[in-house]
């Protein structure tokens, strides 16, 4: 079973393999916070998770799944994403300790996911324009249409432009219609040359960052990832 913690106090050699300091941008350039520290599993060093802290949310912080990231097109060494703070403060809180328990941090995820499916809008990059089609926007759903007076004028259309000129409509999902699941990836590539530097760091130096947590020390070989059975029964 992996074991998913915080890199805390653990320090790179050089800061511009660190994203801890980046500042966090959201819809329309929003300043969101600062990535204050990341989630990831100490198996591997993946980074699942960015923490983000704020002087405006109630509970300081928040978490983004590091797949949703993208490099901010304005800001080196920054980064964006496609929430708002409004949709930020539906989010369950994010605890801290929830880390410690894998029943509580397992629950926490559960609910958190839920919110990306009911709540979130995932827009084109760089535009205010939606890209998930809701239900009653889906291509042949004509009677919903049309009770909701939303009937796009596509009499004309081949079906590949009335598809598009659907998915140009307003919607409120996240997750296409029909999704009723958010899968978080272990980890995220391509988001841009600080991230990928800090992920493959991360790696290379994934037992130094985690010699400080406990289950790790003296966990099972599971959470332990790569190491021996000789190393293993040395360590105990």
Known sequence: MSHYGLLRDYEFAESGEDVRGASLYGRDDEKLGKIDDVIFNHSTGDVSYVVVDTGWLKTKKFI??????????KLED???C???????????PYQEKDLDSEDRWKD???????????DPVMHRSETDRNITPTTQQMEGNV????????????????????????AELATERVIPAGTDAVVIENSAVGIG???DTFQARLRER?????????TCTVGPESIRGSESVDTLKKAI
């Open 64 to 73: 983004v799944p590091a797949n949703y990231l993208r490099a901010s097109a």
């Open 78 to 80: 920054d980064f964006g």
């Open 206 to 214: 994934r037992k130094q960052a985690v010699e400080a947590c406990p």
């Open 193 to 195: 040359g600080r991230w």
């Open 143 to 166: 009677s919903s249409l049309r009770a909701s007076g939303n009937m796009p004028k596509v009499t004309r259309s081949t079906p590949d432009e009335a598809s598009v000129e659907a």
């Open 82 to 92: 496609n929430l708002t703070k409004q949709q930020i403060e539906s989010f369950p």
């Open 108 to 118: 926490y995820e559960n609910r958190y996911r839920a919110k990306w499916v009911s």
